[in-house]
């Protein structure tokens, strides 16, 4: 079948009904600027469709998976029934590192209050109580959160209220989380909850000065597969002072001093960006987007990183690392090129690697002809200049929007007026992010949180060489004989950030997309072989 993207596109509508087919329309863009440069309009963040299988999570997973798990010494505690707890346990390869044996590491344990039918009638808060002071008698932690299930909200609790008593009563840290499940229209509303709270409680609650020259936070970078090990080594060996990971390798004290930092460096827009936003009205900390996927990416934003703080000493230090690092990624972008290059590629997957992973592909020579998030809004898509359009409907209204003031005493602006007119001038983008479109290919195209019936058939009609998603997705497409890279989990491979990241991926691809096992990817009834035959009889 032909691959024009607007045919393409009313094949996948023509199996909906009415209705459905009216509103996919809308999250289903082909990639035509219009004629003043700018991409088209898609919708996003809307509701999925009863009965379409979508790739999406729920609110809780958002919040306790994404945004808060990866934090190795705040101790999570699952409000509700014990499935929520143990299928959210351990599921997301979020690495970390404690500095001595004796550190606090709670990423490996599962707590859960259990709820049986006795509190979903009379209610958990008693129950969540005990097992708080449970949790501090075995543990002696320096924070608890407690996470909210789907009957939690259904029938009350007010988890808010038990934390503060018990934060009172026990003197740790102790805050919760209105993440239902249900909460919102995917993952990313449990993302806006985890920073609320985390605003709220955490950031800004030690006040050590820190003299170091260059600090930043890194938001938005999880550590799946190492990969913030190895930024935080180049940040390192550059000079850079990284206070503290939203939520990568994190712990709780580098929350707490993070509002020390002199610049917020934004990895994974979508998840992150309300702190970002937050920190800068209260603490006068401006952000930036940046990219370590990607050698480009990686050297673009290390380079952005040292404009910002302008000395010539850091500067020269961040060329030094970036041309040491470029000769073995050029030499092996060579090598993979030989065989991929033209070579097609698919990414569906959260609310920023379908962007990011992108900038990989194409320094091999690869093509993404299809792309999309699972969860994002359209200012991960269209860029943030959409943002003032977004309606806010029912759903998002749902989320609490804190209101954030300067603070009286600590509110610094770290860069005057002129300066950030130079830095602007320089190609610094403060508060600001482009998103995925502008960035993709004429005519690619753009689904928004792709229902398994149009991957089937996208695989079908483009049959591309890779196609990159979640483990829900990835036997369904094998059995279609094409290669099935997860972005979420990396399967067992990565790092894949930076420039060590960058060769891993290349070489990763080169062999997934070149070999030729696929091939034999047929099932039975396809083979017409005896034993296909009689599979048909049965
Ligand atoms: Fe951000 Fe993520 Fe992602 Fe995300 Fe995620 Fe993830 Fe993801 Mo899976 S925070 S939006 S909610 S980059 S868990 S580390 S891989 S869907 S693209």
Redesign the pocket.
Known sequence: METNPHTVKDELLKAYPKKTARKRADQIVVNERKPDGTVPEIRANVRTTPGAITQRGCTYA?CKG?VIGPTRDILSITHGPIGCGFYSWLT?RNQTRPESPEDANYITYCLSTDMQDEQIVFGGEKKLRAAIEEAYELFHPKAIAIFSTCPVGLIGDDVHAVARDMKEKLGINIFGFSCEGYKGVS?SAG?HIANNQLFKHVVGTDETPRTEKFKINML?E?N?GGDAFVIENLLERCGITLISTFSGNSTYDAFANSHMADLNAVM?H??INYVAEMMEKKFGIPWIKVNFVGAEGTAKSLRHIARYFNDAELTERVEGVISEEMTEVLKTQFDVRKRCEGKTAMLF??????HHYQTLFAEMGMKTVAAGY?FAHRDDYEGRRVLPAIKVDADSRNIEELEVVPDPARYAPRKGPDELVQLAADGLEFNGYQGMMPEMEEGALVIDDIYHFETERLLEIYKPDIFCA?IKEKYAVQKAGIPCKQ??SYDYGGPYAGFHGAINFYKEIDRMVNTRIWAYARAPWETGTALAEEAIAS
Do not use: K, M, N
């Open positions: 958002g994404v997301r993952q993302h938005g999880y799946i994974c979508r998840s997957v959260g609310g920023s690697r379908a699972e979640g972005l979420h």
